[in-house]
């Protein structure tokens, strides 16, 4: 029975770990080049807001809005706005799940949103040393560029 148990949640589970994944697996490096901006900031504030498709006006949709501060830039400007977008946090949909009073290093894509599979991640203890790092990689990125 407990097999049985153990075989159902994985079941479950498994398309979920696969939910939020671009189909083409890009590196780190891959991620830096391709973005227009890349930096650290902490969000001072979140909100949910509507959101109107510039494309298709009709077409709305709830996301989180935050406002950040920037600590360090990797990579091009921040969104002048001082704004960035994410969709509500949901199992399996790529939201980074914007909290305020944490770090994070963003990768905006289109729109300003930063979901999971853009590179962007939250930094839990930016001064962790797994975290400086993967920091000191992205400064290297940086310096490849100029």
């Known amino acids: 029975m407990k097999k049985f148990l153990l075989g159902l949640v994985i079941l479950v589970i498994a398309p979920l770990s696969e939910a939020c994944s671009s189909s ?21 504030e979140t909100k949910v807001a509507k959101f109107s498709n ?15 501060e920037v600590r360090e830039i990797y990579k091009g400007s921040p969104p002048p706005s001082g704004i960035v977008r994410d969709v509500p ?8 799940g914007l909290l305020a009073g944490v770090e994070y290093v963003f990768f905006p894509g289109d729109h ?35």
């Open 24 to 44: 083409v697996k890009l590196t780190d490096e891959e991620l830096f080049v391709k973005a227009r901006s890349v930096f650290r900031a902490r969000v001072s």
């Open 54 to 68: 510039p494309e298709n006006l009709s077409e709305v949709t709830e996301v989180v809005e935050a406002k950040f």
């Open 89 to 96: 946090y949901g199992i399996g949909n790529c939201s980074l």
């Open 112 to 146: 300003d949103l930063v979901l999971i599979y853009s590179g962007s991640f939250g930094l839990l203890n930016p001064e962790g040393k797994d975290v400086k790092p993967r920091l000191d990689e992205l400064r290297n990125f940086g310096k490849k560029l100029r």
